[in-house]
C-alpha cells in the first residue's frame, strides 16, 4: 500500500467553523490531490499540487483552500464550513512521468458539517 | 465536470459467475486505471493500463485498454463474495493535464 494517511478521519463541526484536513505521504511523489466523494456525484476534484507551493483549482474548488510547503503534506482548508461540504474527502498522490502515471488514494476522512 | 460513462451501474451475481463492466469516454486517453473500493475504505487501485490494446492481469482481474484509447473494459472471472464493492475506472487525457477523470463506479454484489 501506499505511504497516505490523512487526519482526522471523522470530523464534526458547526456551520461557519474553519476546518484543516491533513495529508501526509512518505513516497516523495510530486502530485497530490484532494477529491471529495458524494452519492450520486462520484469522485471530483477539489484542488491539486505539482509541486511544493504549486498548486492549481479543481472542478469544485469553491470554498476551499490548499497548502503544500513540504513534498510530504497537502493540506485541505474550509474557511467557513457549510453544510454542503459534508463529504468524505480523499487524498491521492501519483509520479507523472513522460509515461505511466499511476494514482493512490489515502483512506479517507469523513467530515459532518452541523 | 467531466466523467466517464460507466457501465453497468449495479449488478448482482452469483458466486462463481464472471463479471464485466466498461467505462467510455469522449476523450482520447493515454492511461486507464481501475479501483476497488470497501465501504469506508479509500479506493485501491487494481489494475494500471497504458497502451492501446493491452491487456493486464492482476490474480483473476482482467483489464484492457481500448483500441480506439476511448474506452476500458475490467472482467473478474469466478466471482467470490469478497469482491463485492464498487470497482471505478479512472482515466488520464493525452493533453498533459495531471488531473484524472473518473467513472460513475458499478457496485457488484455477489450472492454466495
Known amino acids: 500500500d501506499a505511504g497516505i494517511t490523512q487526519s482526522p478521519r471523522h470530523k464534526v463541526t458547526e456551520t461557519g467553523t474553519p476546518v484543516t484536513l491533513r495529508c501526509h505521504q512518505t513516497?516523495?511523489?510530486?502530485?497530490m490531490y484532494w477529491y471529495r466523494q458524494d452519492p450520486g456525484h462520484g469522485l471530483r476534484l477539489i484542488h491539486y499540487?505539482?509541486?511544493?507551493?504549486?498548486?492549481d483549482k479543481g472542478e469544485v474548488s469553491d470554498g476551499y483552500s490548499v497548502s503544500r510547503s513540504k513534498t510530504e503534506d497537502f493540506l485541505l482548508t474550509l474557511e467557513s464550513a457549510t453544510s454542503s461540504q459534508t463529504s468524505v474527502y480523499f487524498c491521492?498522490?501519483?509520479?507523472?512521468?513522460?509515461?505511466?502515471?499511476?494514482?493512490?488514494f489515502g483512506p479517507g476522512t469523513r467530515l459532518t458539517v452541523t | 465536470g467531466q466523467q466517464l460513462n460507466q457501465s453497468p451501474q449495479s449488478m448482482f451475481i452469483q458466486e462463481g459467475e464472471d463479471v464485466s463492466m466498461n467505462c467510455t469516454s469522449s476523450?482520447?486517453?493515454?492511461?486507464w486505471l481501475w479501483y476497488k473500493q470497501d465501504p469506508g475504505e479509500g479506493p485501491v487501485l487494481l489494475i494500471a493500463l497504458y497502451k492501446a490494446g493491452e491487456l493486464t492481469s492482476n490474480g483473476r482481474l482482467t483489464a484492457q485498454f481500448g483500441i480506439t484509447r476511448k474506452d476500458s473494459f475490467l472482467n473478474i472471472s469466478a466471482s467470490i463474495p469478497s469482491d463485492v464493492g464498487i470497482y471505478f475506472c479512472a482515466g488520464r487525457t493525452t493533453s498533459g493535464t495531471y488531473k484524472y477523470i473518473f467513472g460513475t463506479g458499478t457496485r457488484l454484489k455477489v450472492l454466495a
Open positions: 513516497e516523495n511523489h510530486r502530485y
Open positions: 499540487s505539482y509541486g511544493v507551493k504549486d498548486t
Open positions: 476523450s482520447i486517453f493515454n492511461t
Open positions: 491521492a498522490i501519483s509520479e507523472i512521468l513522460a509515461g505511466p502515471s499511476e494514482q493512490y
